[in-house]
């Protein structure tokens, strides 16, 4: 469990494919005195496990289906990544609830200064705008953000210049892909939801059909 607040930008240093999927060989100079082999590490958002410790860098391993669902597979050596380890009992909640289990892929379709700040429109699959709300959470890329404007086929986010300098965000451009996943409290709900329905129509079907009439 992660919450969405990005602790370094570490850097690619390698890349290695295997039979697995690929091998990443990340440097944190910052972090890596914390990070201890099988630890959860958020890469861009992505949940990975460390797997070795050498110097200043730690080595992670994506599977196929990682590299399928995520932009973990476009990765070039130099490449600038977001990294957050995962949350303590006693930290504190800064950002929202972040799995590190990416839903999708979104486009970067516009980037305009406003002031001193940026707004960043990306664009999202249709089947997950249900999970959206304006003023509600999203992690982008690992990042906990706010949806400050929503339409049916992207959101856009107000990023602040801490965030644009503490990120990788100062690097990406329009066109860029950014692993998504949205607020889980609201999957959450649409089960719940979804799950007491499946029953009533159930006890309404078995009382229907098995209804008795009496002479």
């Known amino acids: 469990m992660f919450t969405g ?5 570490g850097t690619i240093e390698s890349i290695t494919t295997n039979a697995e999927g690929k091998e990443f060989v990340i440097r944190a100079p910052g972090l890596i005195k914390e990070i201890a082999i ?3 590490v958020a890469t861009n958002g992505v949940c990975l496990t460390a797997t070795k410790i050498h110097g200043d860098t730690f080595r992670v391993q994506a599977i196929h289906v990682t590299l399928e669902k995520t932009s973990i597979g476009h ?5 600038k990544v977001n990294l957050e380890l995962s949350l303590r009992p006693q930290d504190r909640l800064g950002g929202h609830f972040v799995q590190g289990h990416v839903n999708a892929l979104g486009k970067i379709k516009k980037i305009e200064k406003t002031g001193n700040n940026w707004e960043i429109e990306v664009s999202i699959p249709t089947e997950l705008r249900k999970y ?4 509600g959470s999203i992690a982008l890329d690992g990042i906990s953000l706010t949806i400050a404007r929503l339409t049916d086929s992207s959101l856009t986010v107000a990023i602040i ?9 100062s690097a990406k451009k329009v066109g ?24 009533q129509n159930e006890e309404w079907a078995h009382n229907f059909f098995n209804v008795k009439y009496e002479d």
Not at 5 to 9: A, H, K, M, N
Not at 182 to 198: G, Q, S, T
């Open 75 to 79: 990765l070039k050596t130099g490449d």
């Open 176 to 199: 860029d892909v950014l692993n998504l996943e949205v607020d889980m409290i609201a999957k959450y709900i649409e089960n719940f939801l979804r799950f007491n329905k499946d029953k």
């Open 161 to 169: 210049p801490h965030t644009l300098e503490k990120t990788s965000l």
């Open 5 to 9: 607040l990005i602790q370094e930008v």
């Open 132 to 135: 959206m709300i304006s003023e």
């Open 38 to 40: 099988d630890d959860s």
